[in-house]
């Protein structure tokens, strides 16, 4: 198995949580979730917004931090920030989430934030958005955070070039992208395009497979059908070469979604996430030749 380090990210972990629905919360509590995280191998864990809202009322921040120590998990991903370059009502419900996960990101010591575009797909000013875009990396940055903007292919930020391209107009070292592989496959990006990614703009990577042809919507297809590592049709080991070129050397998050990853028992879910994940990343690739890396 590999010895690189693995990060559940919320959905992997979330039980019986509907993702498409009102109210995303996940069933389980904390404790059991990160448990089964630790012991499948994982040292990181992610968790969305409205669960950190439950665990804080239960356990306090306090209590979250002890759960994480308790468990090994030392990278902690926080999600999701949209809206944030909005105005009016959006604006003030995202300002109201991006308080919540910046105080908690300085409190637990979280490693990034995941922010994404407009999923109704509206016009995106590039000079409004970057210069939202480096208000929020400084905010992040100032309590030890980076922020990811995960490209979406049926959003206005749909592939890495458009999230590397709002990163680099915003200028600030805490912004970058996380590069969900669900998301390069079904925007047509070649695998090897990812060795060309600025090591600096690559705040996370998450792992994940799917089949060849989609199902229903592409969001439809990302939330109730993605396959397990390897049991899919993306080349994975394509992918993570190219990423490996770029630099990356994790960690490596893992994200599972699919009906029939809700209805397993958590640590029966965990630990098929990590297995087929590990097993992936422990096999050997061969070096792309890309010429010389970028910063």
């Given at each position: 198995m590999t010895t690189e380090d693995l990060l559940a990210t919320c959905w992997?972990?979330?039980?019986a949580a509907d993702p498409a629905g009102a109210d995303q919360r996940s069933p389980l509590g904390l404790r059991e979730r990160a448990e089964a995280a630790s012991?499948?191998?994982?040292?990181?864990?992610?968790?969305?917004?409205a669960d950190l809202l439950v665990a804080e009322r239960e356990h306090g921040l306090a209590g979250i931090r002890s759960i994480f120590a308790d468990n090994g998990l030392v990278h902690l991903e926080l999600e999701a920030l949209a809206g944030w370059w909005a105005d009016g009502p959006l604006r003030a419900a995202s300002d109201a989430v991006r308080h919540d996960l910046l105080r908690t990101a300085e409190a637990l010591g979280a490693r990034h934030l995941k922010i994404h575009g407009d999923v109704e797909d509206g016009p995106l000013h590039l000079d409004v958005?970057?210069?939202?875009?480096?208000?929020?990396?400084?905010?992040?940055?100032?309590?030890?955070?980076?922020v990811g903007i995960e490209f979406l292919p049926w959003s206005n930020v749909r592939t890495v070039h458009?999230?590397?391209?709002?990163?680099?107009?915003a200028g600030h070292p805490a912004g970058g992208v996380i590069i969900d592989v669900w998301h390069t496959e079904r925007a047509g990006t070649p695998a090897a395009e990812l060795a060309d990614v600025p090591l600096s703009?690559?705040?996370?990577?998450?792992?994940d497979d799917a089949d060849s042809q989609v199902l229903g919507t592409l969001y439809e297809d990302t939330v109730r059908r993605r396959r397990l590592c390897g049991e899919g049709s993306f080349d994975l080991p394509g992918i993570i070469a190219a990423l490996r070129a770029a630099g990356w050397s994790g960690p490596w998050g893992v994200e599972i979604l699919s009906d029939a990853h809700r209805a397993l028992p958590v640590r029966e879910a965990a630990e098929a996430a990590y297995r087929t994940a590990a097993a992936l990343l422990a096999e050997p690739v061969e070096t792309l030749d890309t010429g010389p890396r970028r910063p």
């Open positions: 992997t972990t979330a039980g012991a499948a191998g994982f040292t990181g864990f992610g968790l969305l917004h958005w970057a210069g939202e875009l480096a208000v929020l990396a400084a905010q992040a940055d100032a309590v030890g955070a980076r458009d999230g590397l391209r709002l990163a680099e107009a703009r690559i705040v996370g990577v998450e792992l």
